[in-house]
């Protein structure tokens, strides 16, 4: 069974909206940015799985930085693509 979205929800959905944006940004302006935040949340992550002892929600933490910071990297391969079709559409005027 599906439980309702609420406020809560929404609340958790528009800040993640503005971290990928913000980190977009970030990274247009110091390029490379992203890559180490996500090799380093990776890192941690490995680090912190070898102490036996952790609370239940660290792993689902780490998991979710990750992929957040592999959709906010995302981007740059969507502005590769969107070059590349726009470098095509030019040369074949």
């Known amino acids: 069974?599906?439980?309702?979205?609420?406020?809560?929800d929404a609340k958790a959905q528009a800040c993640s909206y503005i971290l990928?944006?913000?980190?977009?940004?970030?990274?247009?302006?110091?390029?490379g940015l992203i890559d180490a935040l996500l090799a380093g949340a990776k890192g941690?992550?490995?680090?912190?799985?070898s102490q036996g002892d952790l609370p239940h929600p660290v792993p689902m933490?780490?998991?979710e930085a990750i992929a957040l910071l592999?959709?906010?990297?995302?981007?740059?391969?969507?502005m590769l693509?969107?070059?590349?079709?726009?470098?095509s559409a030019?040369?074949?005027n």
């Open 81 to 87: 693509d969107r070059r590349g079709d726009e470098e």
């Open 61 to 63: 933490i780490f998991q």
């Open 90 to 92: 030019s040369n074949s």
């Open 1 to 8: 069974m599906q439980r309702d979205f609420d406020r809560t």
């Open 20 to 31: 990928l944006s913000l980190l977009q940004r970030m990274d247009q302006q110091e390029p």
């Open 70 to 78: 592999t959709r906010a990297n995302a981007y740059k391969q969507n």
């Open 44 to 49: 941690d992550f490995e680090a912190s799985q």
